[in-house]
């Protein structure tokens, strides 16, 4: 009797042991599936959240433009893959700012600028291809896109003034204290200051023929200050840290780009085109 009880309690705690082998055993493997296993419903709601953000879509352009003269071919087969990459550049920054600002983000900080850039790169290829021949008009209601979500299009005009081609006429705005022409358009609101270095005193001598379309142009500058300085006001609160970067400043600059580009282009058709200008492009929030 007392040889059987030691071997008893031998085989129960044996069997004890392995039993909670088993289990052990069983929440490892259990937990090693969990593990390797994607949440169905996570993955879901990540693949909702990518859809959400919607498509950016355009007219397409090619497909308007008049027969191309071959001196013009190769400079308007680049424009025309720069709006491609406009395009794609935009769609990008839908998705990496999910989230930010308020509702009218997506126009202000994508949508618009969009338009504006497309704006200067079709007005190019216009000027390109009436070089040789006719100058198409008309090609600038192009430049809208809008943002499709769910089958919805959601977009439409940039209700600030844009930068709408060579032919454009510059509005006064009474917000501007000074003109670029005097030294750079600096209007202070208690949302800081954007600052824009002077353009007509780096231009070299204006042909007499150039100067109406150069003056123009310059005026544009002064409507273009004007109207950012207004949409930093108005915005106040809005975004993260680099808000005012990517939807102020940031489409501004491209906005002065192409308008110097412009004054550049008046002036060389009747004497050297000056080069560097691009340099005065970029413009600075002060507070």
């Not at 720069?82 to 509702?103: M, P, Y």
């Not at 002065?256 to 085109?273: P, Y």
């Amino acid at each position: 009797m007392s040889r059987a009880l030691p071997k008893y309690n031998k085989r129960r705690v044996v069997f004890i042991g392995g039993a909670a082998a088993v289990v052990l055993s069983g929440a490892v493997i259990a937990g090693s599936a969990l593990a390797g296993t994607p949440d169905k419903s996570s993955t879901a709601q990540s693949a909702r959240t990518l859809a959400d953000t919607g498509t950016i879509s355009c007219p397409d352009v090619k497909s308007q433009l008049p027969a191309v003269p071959a001196s013009a071919q190769a400079e308007v087969d680049r424009n025309l893959a720069l709006l491609d990459t406009q395009i794609a550049e935009a769609n990008k920054r839908l998705v990496d700012t999910v989230g930010q600002g308020g509702a009218n983000f997506v126009q202000n900080a994508i949508l618009g600028p969009l338009k504006d850039k497309r704006t200067s790169t079709i007005d190019r290829i216009a000027i390109a291809i009436g070089r040789q021949g006719t100058k198409p008009t008309g090609l600038d209601s192009l430049a809208t896109c809008a943002l499709s979500t769910g089958g919805t299009d959601v977009g439409g005009t940039e209700t600030g003034g844009t930068d709408t081609g060579a032919t454009d006429t510059a509005t006064p705005n009474a917000t501007a204290s000074a003109t670029d022409a005097a030294g750079g358009t600096d209007t202070t609101t208690a949302a800081g200051t954007i600052s824009c270095p002077d353009v007509k005193s780096q231009l070299p001598a204006v042909p007499a023929s150039a100067q109406a379309e150069v003056d123009r142009n310059l005026a544009l500058l002064d409507t273009q200050i004007a109207e950012a300085n207004k949409r930093l006001v108005d915005t106040v609160g809005q975004g993260g840290a680099n808000f005012v970067q990517n939807a102020i400043l940031g489409p501004l600059k491209d906005k002065r780009t192409s308008t110097i580009d412009r004054i550049a282009i008046a002036i060389g058709r009747q004497g050297t085109k000056p080069s560097g200008l691009d340099s005065l492009a970029a413009c600075t929030l002060t507070k």
